[in-house]
């Protein structure tokens, strides 16, 4: 009968890969080195996805702090155990999960990397939900903040950049909200802005991001488009029309009528084919432009070769340089 002799890192490795819990474990650049089947599970990825990546795509942009505060806490040897925090699966959804986390050290105990056990937050789904809200809705529309935006708009041009779809924002602004909020208050303007979130609810598709950018600015992330420019553009300028004409319909408070429309800017991008700071800054540049022609418009950003801007105002298209 013939013995099979086993190696450590045999052993080691069906221990790490054969675990119930979620085990990530990085090397000290921040690389990940392991991803067990349980962390396939967790995060919807497969491991020859994740290896070598940073450990960062796992983690929303608002919590990449915890990142350091969980090296520092490791090199001065005092233990990481159930952090509750929250972690990004591939389809882009927020994850509460509790965090305990160890280092790695060889032969000579020299610390060569840092192990990350997770587990879901299951003890109160009530908590989660709150915790989530609080970290990633504004609490007067309970749209999307910012701070989620950001993070989602990362996630969706890491996608695409992979699957050379394109996608779309709409960075909106209220024309006459200053009017409203000055003549009939603060809480007229407050439920004003709870009915427009409701409204671009209504007129952007279900998966889309929308967010409140901050007073009377809103942003819509349009995602999952074509991999044709020209096809993604009609069908970015037909969600802004009807976002532009939901909008500009009057608004009841309080048995009161009160009229408040929209100017629209959009920009277009593929993957990182521009940074996060420019596919915005584009969007909000072309937003201020349709305000130059009279508001209750929609101005779309053109690339510079392309060396035109379409406006279009109150349904009518025209071109312009």
């Known amino acids: 009968m013939t013995s099979v002799t086993v190696s450590e890192a045999q052993i080691y490795h069906s221990m790490v890969n054969d675990c119930a819990a979620p085990l990530i474990s990085e090397d000290m650049d921040g690389k990940i080195i392991t991803f067990n089947k349980a962390a396939e599970q967790m995060f919807g990825y497969v491991a020859s996805e994740l290896i070598g990546a940073p450990m960062t795509e796992l983690i929303p942009e608002e919590r990449a702090h915890e990142q350091s505060q969980v090296q520092a806490m490791l090199s001065q040897n005092q233990p990481v155990c159930d952090l509750t925090t929250v972690r990004v699966h591939k389809d882009g959804h927020l994850m509460v999960v509790t965090l305990t986390a160890s280092p790695i050290f060889d032969g000579l105990r020299n610390r060569v990397g840092t192990c990350h056990v ?12 709150d915790l989530l809200y609080l970290a990633f809705r504004d609490p007067l529309t309970g749209l999307y903040n910012r701070t989620h935006f950001l993070d989602r708009l990362n996630y969706i041009m890491r996608r695409d950049e992979r699957t050379q779809r394109h996608a779309g924002i709409l960075f909106i ?4 909200f200053k009017n409203v909020n000055d003549s009939a208050g603060h809480l007229v303007g407050d439920k004003l802005l709870k009915q427009c979130a409701r409204r671009l609810q209504s007129n952007v598709r279900e998966h889309d991001t929308i967010a409140r950018w901050g007073g009377d600015e809103f942003v819509v992330l349009v995602d999952n488009l074509s991999p044709s420019r020209a096809r993604t553009m009609e069908i970015l300028e037909q969600i802004a029309q009807n976002v532009l004409s939901a909008l500009s ?6 048995s009161e009528q009160f009229n408040c429309s929209a100017t629209i ?5 593929r993957g990182f084919s521009h940074p996060i700071e420019s596919v915005i800054s ?9 305000k130059l022609s009279g508001k209750n418009a929609i101005c779309v950003h053109r690339k510079k070769d392309d060396e035109r801007l379409r406006l279009v105002s109150n349904g009518v298209m025209m071109a312009r340089g």
């Open 249 to 254: 319909k009057p608004y009841y408070i309080d």
């Open 118 to 129: 997770l587990r879901r937050s299951v003890t109160n789904t009530m908590v989660e939900k």
């Open 173 to 176: 602004d209220l024309d006459n």
């Open 265 to 269: 800017g959009v920009s277009l991008f």
């Open 282 to 290: 584009q969007a909000d540049k072309a937003m201020y432009k349709a």
